[in-house]
Structures are given as structure tokens and as C-alpha cells.
């Protein structure tokens, strides 16, 4: 494989305000995959839909996204970032438009689909970040960046719901669709150009994935506690709509969104999270997240009829999930420099594929059992992937740190 090293050298390029702007290029990008939520009881009112029906659209934009983070994200080894992160946000934009102008349910989950496949910009940019810290900078440096994702996150409820709320969920999608050309504007100014780490042609970059997936026990560890993890989120906020819509509470879309806002504490947490992923084996600091995230299903059940008691969950939950989430990318991304943004797409493909996956569990759930068997679906997801990370890798808990 031929390989091209990086020049100038990154720590060189990086700097506070070019942090900045990329973790709020990830939070504005990753916003796009996580309106629909907050939407879902306002779209399967317009199209007179099932609940399962509406479900399906938040599952397409997560398999979407899965199938844009395969197909795309390693091209980031291979052709010049900056170019492609700019071309990706018009891509998304014209998605977007014609997402607001969905005729049909059909067509508003092919579309999602499509959204979800084009929204691939944070998954450029969080490797580019880990690419230009310096080594004992990278954990707090991905972790910064990520946590302007998982607000992008929390706050993609919160807009969406209060903006379908006011003006419908038509409008909220054309708003999206300006906010991503805006951003391609802003992304082509600020960013460094990067040229690419390899020249491998793209069906050998494809092929490589396999290869990689064997070599590295780590890489699969993270991957599957990721994927678990983010299934047991995607499966609450798939249904926190459906449910606050229902008795006894009767909430629209702007309450479902307010509670993304209680999320934005566990959010602001991601720094830290990376700071001690740095210093401690990240196995261990991921694990420990996600025992966090299994007790907040628990609070989650326990106080399911207080609003008060739902709003810590959330925070409990968010905190858990990204502590996880930075653990395991302060470890992925150490694993190889030369193939960073495919270590990161293999890693993200799992994650979203468990998105999807408990996104599709949360709305079939949801039609059986209602919100205790959600939260104990949840649970499931979770100890599979805490198990089975001890079950694959008992050798690693007492790793060298990573």
C-alpha cells in the first residue's frame, strides 16, 4: 500500500479556533440525522401513518448513515479532506430540500435513507481533528470536537421540536438544507487543505477494511460495546415522542425537544471524558460509561411518570453514552495514523448499525410493551455489549494504556 505522509506537521495546523469550528461543523452536520425524532408524531399525523411506520423513517436515516460512513468516510485516506467534507454538506443540502418536499411516507423514508448516506461531515472531520492534535493532545482534542457533536446532537431535538411545532416539520427540513450550505461556505474558508494519506484505489481502500477489522482485537472490542451502547439510545429517543404525546402527559413536539436541552450536560462532559481516556486504559473508562448508561435506564423506568425524573435520566443517559463514545475513539484512533478515517468508519458503521438497530427494536417494542419494555430492551442492548467486550477481550482490562 503506498502511503503519503501528512505535511506540514499537524500540531503545526491545529489551533483553538479551528477546534472550535470543528466540533461546530459536527454538531450542525450531525444535526440532520436526529430532526426526524422529535418530528415523528407531527409526520405520522400528516400522513396518517402507524407508529412502526414512522419508526422506519429514523431507522433508514441511521442505515443511511451506516452506508455513508462505508462507502465515503474512507475516501477520507485518500483524496484531499477539505475538498470532500465541502462537497459531502452541498450533497446533504440538496438531500434536504427534497426531503422538505416529501408527497408520500414512502418517499420521506427513501429519502431519509439518502440524507442519512450524504451526512457523513462529522465523521470527516472528527479523524481530521485527531489527525492535526499532537499524540498527548489527541484524547482531549477528539473529545472536544465530539462534544460539540453530541450537542449538535441534543439540540437537533430541541430545535426541530419547537420549530414543527411552530411552523411544521416541512419547514424544518429547508432550514436545515441552508444551514448546510452555509456551513460548506464556512468549512471551504477555514480548514486547512490536508492532502491525502494514501493513494490506494478506492476498491483496495474498501478491501482494506477487512483487513484491518482482523488486525486490530481493539477495533472490534470498541465496535461492538459502540454499537450496543448507541442501540439502547436510538431506542429512547425513538419512542420519547410517541410516548409524551400519550397520557398522562399530552406534550407536542416542542416538549420531546426540550428534553435534548437536559442531554447538553452530559455533552459538555465529552472533554473530560477524552482527558482521562488519555491517561487511563480507555477499556476501562468506555465500560464504566456504559454501566452508567444502563443505570440511567433504570431511573428512566423507575420515574417514567414525572417529567422531572425523565429530564435526569436523559442527562445520566447522554453522560454514559458519551463517555463511552470518546473512550472508544481515543482508542481506535491510536491504533493506526496512516488509516484513521477507516478505523473510524468501521467503528461508526457498527455504531450506527446498532442505531438502526434499536431504533427498529424501540418502535417494535414500543407497540407491545410501551415504555418499561423499551427501557428493558435498552438494558439488554447495553449488557450484550458490556458482556461481550469482557468476554472477547478479558487480556485487555489490564492493557497498557492506549
Not at 102 to 110: E, G, K, R, Y
Not at 140 to 155: D, K, Y
Not at 294 to 314: D, T
Not at 321 to 329: F, I, L, P, R
Request: glycine fraction near 10%; proline fraction near 5%.
Amino acid at each position: 500500500m503506498s502511503l503519503q505522509q501528512p505535511k506540514p506537521a499537524p500540531s503545526a495546523r491545529l489551533s483553538r479556533r479551528l477546534v472550535f469550528t470543528m466540533a461546530v461543523a459536527a454538531g450542525v452536520a450531525v444535526a440532520n440525522l436526529y430532526y426526524v425524532q422529535p418530528l415523528l408524531h407531527e409526520i405520522q399525523v400528516d400522513f396518517r401513518a402507524a407508529s412502526w411506520q414512522v419508526g422506519l423513517a429514523a431507522t433508514m436515516t441511521q442505515i443511511g448513515y451506516a452506508l455513508g460512513l462505508f462507502l465515503f468516510v474512507p475516501l477520507g485516506d485518500s483524496l484531499e479532506r477539505r475538498s470532500l467534507i465541502v462537497r459531502m454538506c452541498l450533497a446533504t443540502a440538496a438531500g434536504l430540500v427534497l426531503l422538505a418536499g416529501s408527497p408520500n411516507l414512502v418517499w420521506l423514508t427513501a429519502l431519509c435513507l439518502v440524507v442519512g448516506a450524504a451526512t457523513i461531515v462529522p465523521q470527516l472531520v472528527v479523524p481530521y481533528a485527531a489527525h492535526l492534535a499532537p499524540a498527548e493532545e489527541r484524547g482531549r482534542t477528539v473529545g472536544t470536537v465530539m462534544s460539540g457533536l453530541l450537542i449538535g446532537v441534543l439540540l437537533a431535538r430541541t430545535f426541530a421540536g419547537l420549530v414543527g411545532q411552530g411552523l411544521g416539520w416541512r419547514a424544518m427540513y429547508a432550514i436545515a438544507a441552508a444551514c448546510m450550505v452555509a456551513l460548506a461556505a464556512v468549512l471551504r474558508l477555514s480548514l486547512p487543505a490536508s492532502p491525502p494519506e494514501t493513494r490506494t484505489p478506492y476498491g483496495q481502500l474498501l478491501w482494506s477494511l477487512v483487513h484491518l477489522i482482523r488486525r486490530y482485537p481493539d477495533l472490534r472490542d470498541a465496535s461492538l460495546l459502540g454499537g450496543m451502547s448507541f442501540a439502547a439510545f436510538s431506542s429512547f429517543w425513538t419512542v420519547l415522542s410517541l410516548y409524551l404525546a400519550g397520557p398522562p402527559f399530552h406534550l407536542g413536539p416542542g416538549a420531546t425537544g426540550l428534553f435534548g436541552l437536559a442531554g447538553v450536560a452530559g455533552a459538555l462532559a465529552a472533554p473530560y471524558a477524552g482527558h482521562l481516556a488519555s491517561r487511563l486504559p480507555a477499556v476501562w473508562t468506555a465500560r464504566l460509561a456504559a454501566c452508567v448508561t444502563l443505570a440511567s435506564f433504570g431511573l428512566l423506568f423507575a420515574f417514567r411518570h414525572s417529567l422531572a425524573g425523565l429530564a435526569l435520566g436523559v442527562v445520566l443517559m447522554d453522560l454514559g453514552v458519551q463517555g463511552t463514545q470518546v473512550s472508544n475513539q481515543a482508542r481506535i484512533y491510536s491504533l493506526s495514523d496512516e488509516a484513521r478515517s477507516r478505523v473510524n468508519s468501521i467503528y461508526m458503521v457498527a455504531y450506527f448499525l446498532g442505531g438502526a438497530l434499536g431504533s427498529l427494536i424501540g418502535a417494535s417494542v414500543w407497540d407491545q410493551f410501551r415504555f418499561g419494555g423499551v427501557c428493558a430492551a435498552a438494558c439488554i442492548l447495553l449488557a450484550i455489549g458490556i458482556c461481550g467486550i469482557v468476554a472477547v477481550a478479558p487480556s485487555r482490562l489490564t492493557a497498557k494504556r492506549r
